[in-house]
């Protein structure tokens, strides 16, 4: 059983765009949900992340939104620019374990 | 050296060896994890060690053996694989304490290929 699912698999997006990406959980038990940031070669590195009891978390171009009743939340990247081309992975975390989304791979077309 | 660093980069094993991959922490954390990335799937936690101490162990098949001889240090030993083994092997680390124990530094892990 999947817990964390990540949508969509695959994303291209224009530069300036904006690139959205949702993750849903089943859980109510998670406690923190960060976004990885992973480029060819390179192991995943923290982005941002969020608490279950603040609906939105800003840094930069950076977004998540967090709707507790609904159990998803989803990565914004403003002004979208080649460099962000990257794997973005969702997690949810309890009891000092992550478990991951399978990852939307993102493409940004200059 | 800074961060998380794993050796070896790359790795192609029969399925009657034993090799061993090592990672090495330099951020001063006291929790170290093995993740298993496969493709199309999500990044799978393997062992979970807590001031050297094993913590977790999610249904690692045996041939997979980790060890952790002091908090910057981490190894898996690998034997008799199978060739559903191959996968991208990560190592990462963080505090061990609240919060801090969800912001993990990842290194760029072992390609390792079960032929």
């Known amino acids: 059983q999947q817990q964390v699912k990540q949508s969509p698999q695959s994303l291209i997006v224009q530069k300036g765009g904006i690139s959205i990406i949702n993750c849903a959980y089943e859980?109510?038990?998670?406690?923190?949900f960060p976004w990885y940031q992973q480029f060819p070669g390179k192991g995943p590195a923290l982005l941002i992340a969020i608490r279950p009891d603040v609906s939105e978390k800003k840094e930069g171009r950076f977004t998540i939104s967090f709707n507790k009743s609904a159990k998803q939340f989803s990565l914004h990247i403003m002004d979208s620019q080649p460099g962000d081309s990257a794997t973005y992975f969702c997690?949810?975390?309890?009891?000092?374990?992550?478990?991951f989304g399978k990852g939307t791979k993102l493409s940004v077309k200059p | 050296e800074t961060g998380v660093t794993q050796t070896p980069r790359h790795l192609v094993m029969g399925m009657t060896n034993k090799k061993s991959l090592k990672c090495e922490q330099h951020?001063?954390?006291?929790?170290m994890y093995w993740y298993k990335q496969s493709a199309k799937k999500p990044l799978e936690l393997m062992f979970v060690y807590n001031f050297k101490e094993q913590t977790e162990n999610n249904s690692v098949p045996s041939r997979f053996s980790p060890e952790c001889p002091n908090s910057s240090h981490l190894f898996l030993h690998l034997h008799t694989l199978q060739p559903e083994d191959s996968a991208l092997y990560l190592c990462a680390s963080s505090q061990a304490a609240g919060e801090k124990t969800y912001e993990q530094y990842f290194g760029p892990g072992t390609r390792l290929t079960v032929t």
């Open positions: 951020l001063g954390h006291n929790a």
């Open positions: 997690a949810a975390a309890r009891r000092g374990n992550l478990i």
């Open positions: 859980n109510t038990a998670f406690d923190y």
